[in-house]
């Protein structure tokens, strides 16, 4: 089965320091970034490490993957992969 491309990505292991503004300066360089969002703890409203970069298309978000995936950011090596989205209906598979 072909795995279909997106153009929003998942980015696992972010410092607790980084902020939504530095996220979306990291990816802007491989295109045009619609949206740099940290899941912030409900609770503390502090970021939780991980975070979603949307690009407005496929190919920026692939290159950005490429570039960015095992790199060193704020002393912590972060993994970039392809977020998982489920259409609305779906249950989405681990």
């Keep these: 089965m072909a795995k279909r491309l997106s153009s929003q990505l998942f980015v696992s292991r972010l410092s607790s320091y980084t902020t939504n503004e530095h996220l979306k300066k990291l990816f802007s360089p491989f295109g045009e970034v619609l949206e740099a969002r940290l899941v912030l703890d409900s609770k503390t409203q502090r970021p939780k490490g991980f975070g979603f970069v949307t690009y407005e298309s496929e190919v920026e978000a692939q290159k950005a993957l490429k570039a ?16 998982k989205t489920s259409k609305p209906g779906e249950e989405a598979t681990s």
Excluded: K, P, S, Y
Aim: charged share 25%; hydrophobic share 55%.
């Design 68 to 83: 960015m995936n095992g790199r060193i950011v704020d002393g912590r090596l972060i993994f970039v992969e392809v977020a």
